[in-house]
């Protein structure tokens, strides 16, 4: 079993940033990947961005040059360095953690960017 907890929403102007963190615990050491996805209103969720444990990262056409994601194996962590941001990044943004042929997911956290 993994725990994700997701931290770092808020509400921002079109072009700030924001850093989004998720800290995985539990039996952190089967996760293969992680990764961020984002539900707007409506929507479906969709891909944000992904890292897996050779720290090599996908991203989505829409984010590529504006979000960076990282991790930090130390501290179970992962981070999605969101810049520049626009008002239709709007969405709860879930953390992702990928373990064999088990998906996990976190609950959630709120970004809200005014134009």
């Known amino acids: 079993q993994v725990q994700l907890v997701e931290s770092g929403g808020g509400l921002v102007q079109a072009g700030e940033s924001l850093r989004l963190s998720c800290v995985a615990s539990?039996?952190?050491?089967?996760?293969?990947?992680m990764g961020w996805y984002r539900q707007a209103p409506g929507n479906q969720r969709d891909f944000v961005a992904r890292?897996?444990?050779?720290?090599?990262?996908n991203y989505a056409d829409s984010v590529k040059g504006r979000f960076t994601i990282s991790r930090d194996n130390a501290k179970n962590t992962v981070y999605l360095q969101m810049n520049s941001l626009k008002p239709e990044d709007t969405a709860v943004y879930y953390c992702?953690?990928?373990?064999?042929?088990?998906?996990?997911w976190g609950r959630g956290t709120q970004v809200t960017v005014s134009s």
């Open positions: 992702n953690a990928v373990s064999g042929l088990w998906s996990y």
């Open positions: 539990g039996v952190t050491s089967s996760i293969n990947a």
């Open positions: 890292i897996d444990n050779d720290s090599e990262t």
